[in-house]
C-alpha cells in the first residue's frame, strides 16, 4: 500500500492520468492511494498569486515560497513522515533502480513546479529528492509526477495480474525486454518465430534471453556495458551477433 500526495495547480491532470489502465486498477484496489493539493488554496490575498518575476530579470515566472511551503506543511501533516520529491529538469535521472526504490516506501510526496521553476530556497529547505524524467523540458512536473505515479504504481503487489511480468520486464535485469507475439501465427508473410509454438519452455527461455541481450547490443550498446552477463549470456549474444552480422553485412557492427 501505497500513498502519494502531489503538490500541483493542476490536480485534475493528475487524477486524470491515474484514473484508468493498471494504475487505476491499483487504486481502486486500495493498492495506491493519490491525493492532490493545491499550492493556490495555501496563497494569500484576493489574487491568490503563486508566482512572480524572478529576481534578476529574465522570462517567465517564478513559483513563490509562501504558498508552497504552507501547502507542504499542510501535506505533511496530513499523514506520515515521507520524502518530498521535486520533478524537475535538473534532477538526477529516473531509472528503474529508483522506481524500485521508491516503490517500496509507504508514501511519497511529488512536488510539481510550473513556469520557469521554484524559488531556489524552497526547494533548499523542503526537497529531499529532485527527480527528472529525462533530457527534456517540459512546461510543468505534472507530466513527469504521472511517469512516476505510473511506474511506482504497477510495482504495488498485486497491481499486476501476473507476479512475474514486473520481474520480465525491460531494465529489471538491466537488458531491454526480448519480442512478443499473439495470434496470428502468420500474418502476410511474417510468421511467429517457429520456437514460441514448440512448447519447449527452456528453448522459449534461450530464445528470450537471447533476443533481449541482442535487443540491448543493437539499440543500447551503454546498458548492455553496465549489465552483469553469465558465461550463458555471452555465447547467446556471440551467437546473435554472429546471426545478425551474416544478414546485415554493413560496417560499424
Ligand atoms: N519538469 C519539466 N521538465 C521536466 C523533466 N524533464 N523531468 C521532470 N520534471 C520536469
Known sequence: MLRVDVLTLFPEFIEQCSATGVV???RERGLLSLHCWNPRDYSQGNYRRVDE???????GMVMLIEPLRACLAAVREAAEPAPVIYLSPQGERLTQRIVRELAQAPRLILLCGRYEGIDERLIATQVDREISI??????????AAAVVIDAVGRLQDGALHHADSAIQDSFEDGLLDCPHYTRPEVDGED??????????????????????????WLRRPDLLARASLSDADRALLADFQRQWLGRHRIAGK
Open 24 to 26: 487505476g486498477r491499483a
Open 191 to 216: 510468421a511467429v518465430p517457429e520456437v514460441l509454438l514448440s512448447g519447449d519452455h527452456r528453448a522459449i527461455a534461450r530464445w528470450r534471453r537471447q533476443q533481449s541481450l541482442g535487443r540491448t
Open 134 to 143: 529525462g533530457d527534456y523540458v517540459l512546461s510543468g512536473g505534472e507530466l
Open 53 to 59: 518575476r524572478p529576481f534578476g530579470g529574465g522570462p
